[in-house]
């Protein structure tokens, strides 16, 4: 049973991600552009510069933080 369970998510899965490739609405869509800003060291990606920052303090304290500009797409 659960082996059919894992099959359906998978393939549901795969749909949104389909559409998140052609600009679909889905929630997924809208959390992909909440995070578009990446950490330039581990690639995590962050919502918005603050959490960049933080995130640089707490895991890569001895690398400098690129200015906020560094992140626009
Ligand atoms: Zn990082």
Not at 4 to 27: D, I, V, W
Not at 55 to 61: I, L, N, T, V
Request: aromatic share 2%.
């Amino acid at each position: 049973m659960a082996r059919g369970k894992q099959k359906e998510q998978a393939r549901e899965k795969a749909q949104k991600l389909a559409e998140t490739r052609q600009g679909g609405k889905s929630q997924l869509a809208a959390r992909a552009a909440g995070l578009q800003m990446k950490c330039p060291v581990c690639k995590t990606p962050a919502a918005n510069y603050k959490i960049i920052v933080k995130h640089m303090e707490a895991k890569h304290p001895k690398e400098s933080i690129p200015p906020e500009s560094a992140f626009q797409s």
